[in-house]
């Protein structure tokens, strides 16, 4: 049975097989890899001189545990094979030990495993001896295996209350080996390279091989007991309502459901927080943060309203009103990101002002300039992954993206060629200024929109 299993899987991949997408993925890989041999050759002397300060165990497991993170939200964004059989394999005599091997089997023969073993073999083959190196890769591989029954263990899990503990227990981990890591490295620092655990130097890292591999022991049991669908239950025992649905509501409503928008928001929005309290002194950090929302779905102002567009004409709403309410979404979710800094003016020194200004410079400034979009968006397939995926876009869009750069020389020259409250007036006068005409400028687009509305809704048709 797990011989067919693997057969059915096999001919699906290869018929979903894309050397395009397979070409591109391996030179991203390659390419991040010899960006990691080129900084490591450019700064080799000084990694050397303090690697004989260091305890090299502690240092692997250190370098193991900053992978983490990343390894753990690629998976979780773009891991989309199902662990749960569907209606079709469930009406076949298929015991469920056999499929929780088929699982296991697909997760450990996942090309996306060897991707950061190979990034620490290369850091490993060119600063730590073989055997540290040996052992650092097999910690790397168990790891990251271990993480993928985590993934696998959030997507079987049927709610919040199975999903909790699996969340709880991946933020515990991570804090605990970066934690723990990081005190042996500052204590050897000061006590000197001999501080290490009784008996071989790389006792550590073995310890650390052990740990996940009862780890990830415990994460297949959890797999195996977990109950993902009820057969037996014959009525739902509650019912929840979306409320009052109104065209306002759709924007959040629709961002929020669909798979397309709603990982690339959250996971950079994540990256770009991290960028800002880790590094408060990149320029770039706080524009990003506040205006990456808006600027990623104002790439398609109607790619969303393009799969229902034909429905929504039948309303008594005028585009001059759609385009109101989208201009408000985009302004709403960057006050949301702003929202986030605030703690940063009380820890990091971030000023007030600068939050304001940068606030109403990209919520009403180039949310504006993103508007025009609407003229040549297409319909965008809401429920694919959004992994190079280039369905919805055009050469117009493309073309008319590279408008980006008016706000971001702004703000460059109001953050780094001016006087702090100079460029802190001048951002938020032209974010004023912006929401002082969009009115008037919307009202322009919707007229040229419907100068040309049936070439228009010909193309979300496509």
Not at 16 to 40: A, E
Not at 87 to 98: C, E, G
Not at 412 to 431: F, Q, R, S, V
């Amino acid at each position: 049975m797990l011989k067919q299993l693997l057969s059915l899987r096999y001919i699906q991949w290869r018929r979903n097989f894309s050397w395009r997408k397979f070409l591109s993925v391996l030179y991203l890989v390659v390419l991040f890899l010899m960006m990691i041999v080129g900084m490591l050759f450019a700064s080799h002397d000084l990694l050397a001189d303090l690697l004989g300060k260091l305890p090299l165990a502690a240092l692997a497991i250190a370098l193991i545990a900053t992978f983490a993170l990343p390894d753990f939200m690629m998976k979780l964004i773009w891991s989309n094979d199902a662990v749960v059989m569907d209606d079709f394999l469930r009406t076949k005599p298929i015991p469920s030990r056999v499929w929780n091997r088929f699982i296991a089997t697909m997760l450990a023969a996942d090309p996306w495993n060897l991707v950061f073993p190979m990034l620490v073999a290369l850091v490993g083959a060119w600063l730590l001896p073989a055997g540290v190196t040996v052992l650092a890769v097999v910690a790397a591989l168990v790891q990251t295996l271990m993480l993928s029954w985590l993934v696998a263990d959030i997507h079987k899990a049927p709610n919040i209350n199975y999903s909790l503990p699996l969340w709880v227990g991946a933020v515990v981990y991570y804090l605990v080996m970066t934690g723990l890591s990081s005190i042996l490295i500052m204590l050897a620092m000061r006590y000197g390279t001999d501080l290490h655990l009784p008996g071989s130097p790389w006792t550590e890292l073995v310890l650390f091989i052990a740990l996940n591999l009862v780890l990830m022991g415990a994460l297949y049991l959890y797999f195996c007991r977990m109950r993902a669908y009820d057969e037996h239950e014959q009525h739902a025992n509650t019912v929840r309502s979306m409320g009052d649905v109104t065209l306002f509501s759709t924007e959040y409503l629709s961002v929020w459901r669909s798979k397309r928008f709603r990982f690339p928001i959250i996971f950079c929005s994540v990256l770009f927080l991290l960028q800002l309290y880790l590094q408060p002194d990149y320029p770039l950090a706080l524009y990003f943060l506040i205006g990456w929302p808006s600027l990623f779905l104002g790439q398609w102002v109607f790619g969303i309203e393009g799969n229902y567009f034909h429905g929504l004409w039948t309303k008594p709403y005028s585009i001059e009103h759609v385009l109101l309410n989208k201009y408000k979404f985009f302004i709403l979710i960057s006050l949301g990101m702003a929202v986030l800094l605030i703690p940063a003016i009380f820890f990091l020194g971030l000023r007030p002002t600068t939050l304001l200004a940068t606030l109403l410079l990209l919520g009403c400034g180039q949310t504006l300039l993103m508007m025009p979009t609407c003229l040549f968006s297409t319909r965008v397939d809401l429920f694919t992954s959004a992994f190079f995926n280039y369905q919805g876009t055009n050469m117009g869009i493309t073309i008319y993206s590279l408008v980006i750069i008016i706000p971001i020389a702004i703000y460059m020259i109001a953050t780094l060629a001016m006087p702090p409250l100079w460029g802190d007036a001048m951002m938020a006068a032209i974010g004023l200024a912006a929401l002082a005409i969009h009115r008037p400028c919307i009202r322009k687009l919707a007229q040229k929109w419907m100068d040309n509305r049936y070439d228009n809704m010909e193309r979300y048709m496509k």
